[in-house]
């Protein structure tokens, strides 16, 4: 499989923690890393989302899924044509991996952060200056923001 393929293994399959690998016969599957985000209600794709194809979704959910492996727990192997599809679109996966991704980002922050102030600092006023930096870097030049 080549790289950044979406059904690619990235080696970190039993990583729950930054260094700290774990043996697993399978991947096991909890209620939070099947966390899909079904409570927010029906799934429906908004007009104000990106317009994508699903090979395109596919493609970023596998992005976003290989991310988060490596930081830990492992997200399942569940977009459309995997062993343990769930019937969800790519773009749903994309979401909640990236909701995932964001948590455990700050989990990371939490648990390496020397102070409170420091994590507080790091996930607060510098985070949002990287979200500006962002947001700002991929915004339509036609569109204010």
Same mark, same amino acid.
């Given at each position: 499989?080549?790289?950044?393929?979406?059904?690619?293994?990235?080696?970190?399959?039993?990583?729950?923690?930054?260094?700290?690998?774990? =043996?697993?016969?399978?991947?096991?599957?909890?209620?939070?890393?099947?966390?899909?985000?079904?409570?927010?209600?029906?799934?429906?794709?908004?007009?104000?989302?990106?317009?994508?194809?699903?090979? =395109?979704?596919?493609?970023?959910?596998?992005?976003?899924?290989?991310?988060?492996?490596?930081?830990?727990?492992?997200?399942?192997?569940?977009?459309?044509? =995997?062993?343990?599809?769930?019937?969800?679109?790519?773009?749903?996966?994309?979401?909640?991996?990236?909701?995932?991704?964001?948590?455990? $980002?700050?989990?990371?922050?939490?648990?390496?952060?020397?102070? =409170? $102030?420091?994590?507080?600092?790091?996930?607060?006023?510098?985070?949002?200056?990287?979200?500006?930096?962002?947001?700002?870097?991929?915004?339509? $030049?036609?569109?204010?923001?």
């Amino acid at each position: 499989m080549g790289h950044g393929d979406p059904k690619e293994t990235d080696g970190s399959a039993g990583a729950d923690t930054i260094g700290a690998p774990v =043996e697993h016969a399978e991947i096991t599957r909890s209620t939070q890393m099947d966390d899909h985000g079904d409570d927010f209600g029906q799934w429906d794709t908004e007009a104000s989302a990106a317009q994508r194809t699903e090979d =395109e979704w596919t493609t970023i959910a596998g992005h976003v899924r290989h991310a988060a492996n490596k930081i830990g727990p492992t997200l399942p192997l569940c977009l459309p044509g =995997e062993p343990q599809e769930c019937g969800r679109s790519a773009q749903q996966h994309v979401l909640a991996w990236a909701a995932h991704l964001k948590a455990a $980002a700050h989990h990371v922050i939490e648990q390496t952060a020397p102070s =409170e $102030a420091r994590a507080a600092y790091v996930a607060g006023p510098l985070y949002r200056r990287k979200l500006a930096g962002l947001r700002a870097h991929t915004a339509p $030049a036609d569109v204010p923001r």
